[in-house]
C-alpha cells in the first residue's frame, strides 16, 4: 500500500533511459547523505551514501553528486529498469545517527 | 541474510485500545529508530536508541506514545490510548554508528 505524500514530484522515464533525481537538503553543515528506494508496501531501502568530504560517489548503475554550495543532492540511475519504479528519499544528518529525511521523488519507468 | 524485522505487519484496532509494535534491530546494531510515515507529513522520526538508551523521543506524543528497548534484541513502540490519527505505518530501523540505517517492512496500523 501506498505511504508517501500526495502530492510527490514525479519523474518518469523510458526504460533504458538515465533518470536523474535531486533533493535539496536543508541544513549546510549536513556531513552525511544517503538516498532510499522505497518500493509500495516496503520499507525504505538503501540505495547509496554519501559523506560531505566528497563531491561524488558511484555505485552499481547509481551515481551520487553533491554540491554543497548550493546544498544539492542529486541520484542518477543508469540504464533505468522498470525495477527501479519507485518512491526515491534523500536524507542528511550531522554528526549524529538522526536521519532528516526529504520529502520523495516518484519513479515511474515505462517500457 | 541479515535484516530487522517487525511484528505485527498490520494492525486494526478501535480508537481507546492499546498496541504494541514490536521490532528486531540487526544483530550488532546499536541504534534503533522509530518512524511513522503517513501520506500528508512523509516519514517522521519519532524516537530513537543508542544502546538501549533513548536519545531523543521529541518527536513522539509523550502522553500517549512510549518507546522501549528491554533488551538489544528488541525495540517496542506501544500507544495507550490509541486514535484514529495514529493510523500510519511505523517503521522500525536499526544502524550501527553513523553507518547506514537499515529499515524494517514495517506494522500498518490502522485506528477505527
Known amino acids: 500500500g501506498e505511504s508517501v505524500g500526495l502530492h510527490l514530484p514525479t519523474l518518469s522515464v523510458q526504460e533504458g533511459d538515465n533518470s536523474i533525481i535531486n533533493c535539496a537538503y536543508s541544513n549546510s553543515a549536513s556531513d552525511y547523505f544517503i538516498w532510499y528506494k522505497q518500493e509500495s508496501g516496503k520499507g525504505p531501502q538503501f540505495i547509496i551514501d554519501i559523506r560531505s568530504n566528497m563531491d561524488k560517489r558511484q555505485g552499481q548503475r547509481v551515481t551520487v553528486l553533491l554540491n554543497k554550495t548550493v546544498k544539492h543532492l542529486s541520484l542518477q540511475i543508469a540504464a533505468t529498469q522498470p525495477g527501479d519504479s519507485a518512491v526515491y528519499f534523500c536524507a542528511e544528518t550531522l554528526n549524529t545517527d538522526k536521519l532528516i529525511f526529504g520529502t520523495g521523488t516518484r519513479l515511474q519507468v515505462f517500457p | 541474510d541479515a535484516r530487522v524485522t517487525q511484528t505485527p505487519r498490520h494492525k486494526v484496532t478501535e480508537m481507546g485500545q492499546e498496541v504494541t509494535m514490536r521490532c528486531q534491530p540487526i544483530?550488532?546494531?546499536?541504534?534503533v529508530f522509530w518512524y511513522r510515515q503517513t501520506m500528508m507529513q512523509g516519514l517522521e522520526l519519532l524516537a530513537y536508541f543508542r544502546n538501549r538508551a533513548p536519545l531523543d523521543d521529541s518527536g513522539m506524543p509523550k502522553d500517549r506514545f512510549s518507546a522501549e528497548m528491554p533488551d538489544a534484541t528488541l525495540a517496542t513502540l506501544k500507544i495507550q490510548p490509541s486514535e484514529p490519527r495514529d493510523s500510519a505505518v511505523y517503521f522500525c530501523?536499526?544502524?550501527?554508528?553513523?553507518?547506514?540505517?537499515?529499515f524494517g517492512p514495517g506494522t500498518r496500523l490502522t485506528v477505527l
Open positions: 530501523a536499526s544502524g550501527l554508528g553513523q553507518l547506514a540505517t537499515f
Open positions: 544483530l550488532g546494531h546499536n541504534t
